[in-house]
């Protein structure tokens, strides 16, 4: 899929917004600057906004690894592994032990080997039209055919 705008970026964050639910990840897989973190701001605003909640500032979690958001019925916990080198930091984050009330934002996951269940892996790619954006879709369990 190809994404030309970022009014067509919001609008594909919306409609994966709207399919989340506790334990679900989102894998985050694109260079730097490709619009990782703009996907995460806008998939969070959209939340807050339609819980009637303040809108906050979405920022990458590159040097805190983690900012967390609390919706009413759950939280989302935006993760960046950029800095991570190895599995035993990986694991002291707690990034992947059961947590029945959040979503887990994740970008830059590569060091995450293990299978999850219901996860979305969005790769964003640079195309040869600058403002353009190429997304491939990846899933697991619910989001194995999503579109």
Request: glycine fraction near 6%; hydrophobic fraction near 35%; charged fraction near 30%.
């Given at each position: 899929?190809?994404?030309?705008?970022?009014?067509?970026?919001?609008?594909?964050?919306?409609?994966?917004?709207?399919?989340?639910?506790?334990?679900?990840?989102?894998?985050?897989?694109?260079?730097?600057?490709?619009?990782?973190?703009?996907?995460?701001?806008?998939?969070?605003?959209?939340?807050?906004?339609?819980?009637?909640?303040?809108?906050?500032?979405?920022?990458?979690?590159?040097?805190?690894?983690?900012?967390?958001?609390?919706?009413?019925?759950?939280?989302?916990?935006?993760?960046?592994?950029?800095?991570?080198?190895?599995?035993?930091?990986?694991?002291?984050?707690?990034?992947?032990?059961?947590?029945?009330?959040?979503?887990?934002?994740?970008?830059?996951?590569?060091?995450?080997?293990?299978?999850?269940?219901?996860?979305?892996?969005?790769?964003?790619?640079?195309?040869?039209?600058?403002?353009?954006?190429?997304?491939?879709?990846?899933?697991?369990?619910?989001?194995k055919n999503f579109?």
């Amino acid at each position: 899929m190809i994404i030309k705008s970022l009014e067509q970026l919001n609008s594909f964050s919306k409609k994966v917004a709207n399919r989340l639910k506790e334990k679900d990840f989102i894998f985050l897989v694109g260079e730097i600057g490709v619009g990782k973190t703009t996907f995460t701001r806008f998939l969070i605003n959209y939340l807050q906004k339609k819980e009637g909640l303040k809108v906050s500032e979405v920022l990458s979690p590159t040097f805190n690894l983690l900012y967390e958001y609390d919706l009413k019925k759950y939280k989302i916990m935006h993760y960046d592994l950029y800095r991570l080198n190895n599995e035993e930091e990986l694991n002291n984050l707690g990034i992947l032990k059961e947590n029945e009330n959040a979503i887990k934002i994740i970008e830059w996951p590569k060091i995450i080997k293990i299978h999850i269940s219901n996860k979305l892996e969005i790769n964003l790619e640079y195309t040869k039209k600058g403002s353009e954006r190429k997304l491939r879709l990846f899933g697991t369990g619910k989001w194995k055919n999503f579109e």
